[in-house]
């Protein structure tokens, strides 16, 4: 007989860590969500690279490893990007913290499963292509949420919304710029206009 897990209802609480917690928002966000919308841009991206752009990627681990990604968040909470990244010693402290929240998530699992999931749960454990798949993903859905908050009337989110589009455009990723060739534009339209009839 198994022995008990809680790894997926610890998981499952991710509903309720709410995003952009240093902000006034229109749309609330929270970590599950965003994994979701993470997951499903890069498996589109590693999916254009391969079929646009001549890569090899394996698109359904990236958006697998896409879905965990801040999986970790569940233990250190959503750590706003300018206090995260506001200096060398904040990097690093929180750094160090991720890694032993991954250690910590691992050990949750049945000891058989950890050699499965540690690819997923670690960042380490992927690629270099993946990761850059990956955070063009998760920059790509902060640009997203941006664009929602400003279409609802909050300029709060007009500085975040350039400096996220500043940097894809400065990473310029061919996948990246088709996104925002043929799928962009369609977030800002109503209901109404996606869905044309017949």
């Not at 499952?12 to 709410?18: A, H, P, T, V």
């Not at 991720?98 to 380490?124: I, N």
Request: hydrophobic letters at 40%.
């Amino acid at each position: 007989m198994p022995t008990s897990s809680p790894f997926f209802a610890y998981l499952s609480r991710l509903r309720w860590i709410r995003r952009w917690g240093l902000m006034r928002n229109a749309i609330e966000e929270n970590v599950a969500t965003h994994s979701w919308e993470v997951a499903t841009l890069a498996h589109a991206l590693a999916l254009l690279r391969n079929r646009r752009f001549g890569g090899t990627v394996n698109a359904d681990r990236v958006a697998a490893a896409a879905l965990y990604h801040d999986a970790t968040e569940v233990i250190t909470g959503d750590l706003p990007t300018p206090v995260k990244y506001h200096s060398r010693v904040m990097r690093e402290a929180f750094g160090d913290i991720e890694h032993k929240a991954e250690d910590e998530l691992l050990a949750l699992l049945p000891e058989a499963l950890r050699p499965a999931f540690e690819p997923y749960l670690r960042e380490s454990g992927l690629s270099e292509e993946e990761r850059t798949l990956i955070k063009a993903a998760d920059r790509l859905s902060a640009w997203l949420k941006c664009r929602a908050e400003l279409t609802a009337g909050n300029p709060e989110f007009a500085p975040a919304e350039a400096q996220i589009r500043r940097r894809l455009e400065q990473e310029d990723l061919p996948e990246v710029r088709y996104f925002f060739e043929v799928f962009a534009g369609s977030y800002d339209q109503p209901l109404d206009h996606l869905l044309k009839p017949d």
